[in-house]
């Protein structure tokens, strides 16, 4: 069975940094997408980053130049680093997979439980 795990997130005053994880467990043969989503209180849930297989990537515009996201294919996990942090960032942040396992060749799409990141102003 796949399993997303995130860690990383907690409580860190504007201008601050923090460095999501999501490592990507189970019987995986291929990841096609991996990407970061969040969703603040009230609002819907918005892409803040994706990372195609072939390492191409998408920001949202609010965090173009301050968030990075990188992957480390050998352990199957994807980083988010948060830099400048605003307190309009303050949000849950998910994981999402597009992957394939070894017991549905299919791609589907898998979801972590989510991280808070939390900036004070």
């Known amino acids: 069975q796949v399993q997303l795990v995130e860690s990383g997130g907690g409580l860190v005053q504007a201008g601050g940094s923090l460095r999501l994880s999501c490592a990507a467990s189970g019987s995986i043969s291929s990841i096609s997408v991996m990407a970061w989503l969040r969703q603040a209180p009230g609002k819907q849930r918005e892409l803040v980053a994706r990372?195609?297989?072939?390492?191409?990537?998408n920001y949202a515009d609010s965090v173009k130049g301050r968030f990075t996201i990188s992957r480390d294919n050998t352990k199957n996990t994807v980083y988010l680093q948060m830099n400048s942090l605003k307190p309009e960032d303050t949000a849950v942040y998910y994981c999402?997979?597009?992957?394939?396992?070894?017991?549905?060749?299919?791609?589907?799409?898998?979801w972590g439980k989510g991280t808070l990141v939390t900036v004070s102003s």
């Open positions: 999402n997979a597009i992957l394939a396992s070894y017991s549905d060749p299919y791609d589907g799409s898998y």
């Open positions: 990372l195609t297989i072939g390492f191409s990537t």
